[in-house]
């Protein structure tokens, strides 16, 4: 299978049905709820493409240049940006918007929830500190040099990082929205394991053993693998959920309001009024 083959099959197929369902919803008069616009959809979107594009790409260089993955070159154009096939460039941009239309497809038919009752400081802190924790020790298998942990953890501290601030600004919010985000990341989690798995045995691209754990669900797929799928759909969900969620904007401008340089700006408001 070609890596093109592949993103055509497994991203662009379901992109194109979920492209189908979205103008068949317009078309019958389901729309997002309201306390899902506070920007529109197709901004969050773009905005989520372009971070996960730059976000990963110096990171999956690294990966490459390393060997902790390489890819087949009989299977690829052989056009390359660094280390990195062009295919893959592709993938950074295709993920976030499978992630994104399915994560609407759901938006649009969620109830309504309680008003109050679900702040929670609490919960924001100590999901933050978790989080921070793991990435301390994902950087000391990375300073050690652990080489079976080594895939493990540059996924972890790769991605600990934006979910740490995720977490601190909006983890009440996201525990709010959980059966929304159950919806939108396990199915597409899956999906796209079971793919990768389907082009690992196929020989597409190749996962080191040596800087892996060597653990393998279905007997395929490392792990490793298995976690990049959950926590970059995670990553991805999460994002848009906190960009377009209504608690999102009130809780921003109240953070705002506090900080120094907006005071004197604050006080003449009151004033004049």
Known sequence: ?????????????????????????????????????????WRVLAL????????????????????????????????????????EYTFFILQPILSGLWLFFWMRRQRPLPATGWENGALRRGATAVC?????????????????GNYLALVLSWVLLPMMAQFAFGADILWRQRRLLALAIIPVTLFLSLADALAISSGTWTINPAKSLQWYLGGV???????????????????????????SRARLFSMLSRLPSLQPRRLLENELN
Do not use: K
């Open 48 to 87: 989520h493409v372009l971070l996960a594009l730059l976000y990963t790409t110096p990171w999956d260089n690294y990966l490459v240049a390393t060997r902790v993955w390489w890819y087949d070159p009989a299977l690829v154009t052989g056009i390359t940006l660094a280390y990195v096939p062009v295919e």
């Open 132 to 148: 921070a924790v793991l990435f301390v020790a994902m950087l000391i298998i990375l300073i050690v040099g652990w080489q079976p």
């Open 221 to 247: 797929l490392p792990i490793e693998e298995f976690l990049f799928f959950l926590l970059t759909s995670m990553m991805l969900v999460f994002g848009m959920v906190l960009a377009l969620a209504e608690e």
């Open 1 to 41: 299978m070609t890596y093109f083959g592949f993103l055509a099959l497994f991203v662009g197929v379901p992109i194109l049905l979920l492209l189908g369902l979205t103008w068949w919803d317009a078309h019958n008069g389901r729309c997002q709820p309201a306390r899902f616009q506070n920007y529109a959809l």
